[in-house]
C-alpha cells in the first residue's frame, strides 16, 4: 500500500481482511473495481495476499 494513496495505512490493511471475509461468505464471486492499472485476473484473496505481500511502503 503505497503511503500517497492512503493516510491510514493500518486501516487500509485492515480493509484486507473484511474484504477477505466477504470472500468467504459465499455470496458468490466478489468483484473489485479499482479503477486503475491493469486488470487482475486473479481472485480477491489472491489479491489481498499480494497486497499484504507488499506491504506498507
Known amino acids: ?9 493500518g486501516g487500509a490493511l485492515a480493509a484486507l481482511d473484511r ?4 470472500a468467504g461468505e459465499g455470496a458468490g464471486e466478489l468483484l473489485l473495481l479499482p479503477g486503475h492499472g491493469e486488470p487482475f ?3 480477491v484473496r489472491d489479491a ?5 505481500q507488499f506491504g506498507v511502503h
Open 1 to 9: 500500500m503505497s503511503r500517497c494513496f492512503t493516510h491510514d495505512s
Open 19 to 22: 474484504l477477505d471475509e466477504l
Open 41 to 43: 485476473t486473479g481472485g
Open 48 to 52: 489481498t495476499r499480494l497486497a499484504r
